[in-house]
């Protein structure tokens, strides 16, 4: 039975963003469970600049409703972290009721005087400064997460996230806090969001029938795409490729000489895949239904992600609930994930070609939906949401 409390979810729902595709995904689904539900949004303009009007808007939402869930990554509150912290902790100050979905917790860095000394040993001075200057931005940052998470904690809020390794982050800063942990699910019903590219065949896109490995999300140089694409291109599977760079790096649509590693990520993985053509398909920006036709239309889905602390990844959740194949780079990404799962999926090499090419084989041998989520799907996730913020299903 539903409840007439108004539920608030504030994020940024108008970024091409994994983040806000997920927010997006949380208000249909407690929508349709007969909930009132309104989506608070933060303005992108608000990265760059604190907007007064905009700020006293969000504000004013918050406090027009019942209960209040915080989408929450950092760089999506403000310009600086600083001001991110600032504005997220008068959000939960203007909260009747809280959750806070946290998609990452950060850690707090490892000793600085350790950190540096084994540095300046391996690679000399300028590395070891490089070091210090980086354990003081981590350090920041750090600090930033923890007085939000202690604001909330402070203020009663229940704290949403996707692994039991960020639970133990929370919990460090404050032991007594409530959590639950729920992995990333997305509706059943993504396929059938728009008609746009309802006839691709896949199949036609490439020169041969070899197996086709998908990539699909951001192109970011954490993702390790050009790692990923030049191996397996290499060893004669066709490649399907289907995103492109998130709109908020630095310089997004600009030519640019600048230092900027999402181009560079782009630009090596577009160098190799133009040596390839023939078994390689690219799909730029595509919406979700389409995303979720080439997820579905691929052999194996790779997620050969570098190590950046990242927990939770909504590509391999898709791909996931909708039984396909599946390789994972050995990184905490899958560590944390395999809770979550009936069995664990083919892992492989991070840094290693003839690993990736093996996993991928092996993988096929497999049969597709060997892998899935145990016990675990959209309505759990919805009644998890709604859990946190004292509201029956």
Known sequence: MSSEKKIGVVSSFDVLCGNAAYSQALVSGMRQAGHDVMSIDIPVEL???????????????????????????????????????????RIIRNAKTLSITMHR?????????????????????????????????????????????????????????????????????????KTIVHPIVWQPDMETGTKTETAIDIKTKFKTDKPIVGLFGFISP??????????????????????????????????????????????????????????????????????????????????????????????????????????FADTHLITELVPFLNKRPFVFDVAASTSLVSAVEQCLAEDEKSIYFNGYDFSTNITANLHALQIED
């Not at 850690?107 to 400064?129: C, D, H, R, W």
Request: aromatic share 10%.
């Open 222 to 327: 954490y993702k390790n795409y050009d790692f990923a694409a030049k191996s397996l291109l290499a060893h004669d599977f066709n490649l399907v490729v289907a995103g492109g760079m998130h709109p908020t790096v630095t310089n997004y649509g600009q030519r640019t000489t600048s230092a900027n590693k999402s181009l560079h990520a782009f630009a090596m993985l577009n160098e190799i895949l133009e040596a390839y053509k023939g078994q390689t398909y690219v799909y730029t920006a595509p919406d979700d239904a389409t995303l979720i036709r080439l997820i579905r239309s691929v052999d194996v889905v790779a997620i050969p992600y570098l190590e950046v602390g990242q927990s939770s990844s909504g590509i391999a959740s898709l791909a996931i609930q909708y039984g396909k194949r599946i390789v």
């Open 105 to 177: 917790v950060e850690v707090k860095p490892v000793n600085l005087i350790k950190s540096t000394y084994q540095e300046n040993k391996q690679s000399g001075i300028f590395s070891a400064l490089k070091q210090i200057i980086i354990y003081w931005m981590r350090s920041y940052i750090f600090r930033q997460y923890a007085a939000v998470i202690r604001a909330g904690y402070n203020a009663g809020a229940t704290f949403i996230i996707h692994t039991y390794r960020e639970e133990k982050r929370i919990k460090r800063i404050c032991p007594k806090a």
């Open 47 to 89: 990265q760059k600049t604190h907007n007064r009007q905009d700020i006293t808007s969000i504000l004013q939402q918050v406090r027009d409703c019942d209960a209040i869930n915080i989408q929450m990554e950092l760089s999506l509150y403000g310009p600086t972290p600083r001001s991110c912290a600032k504005l997220l902790k």
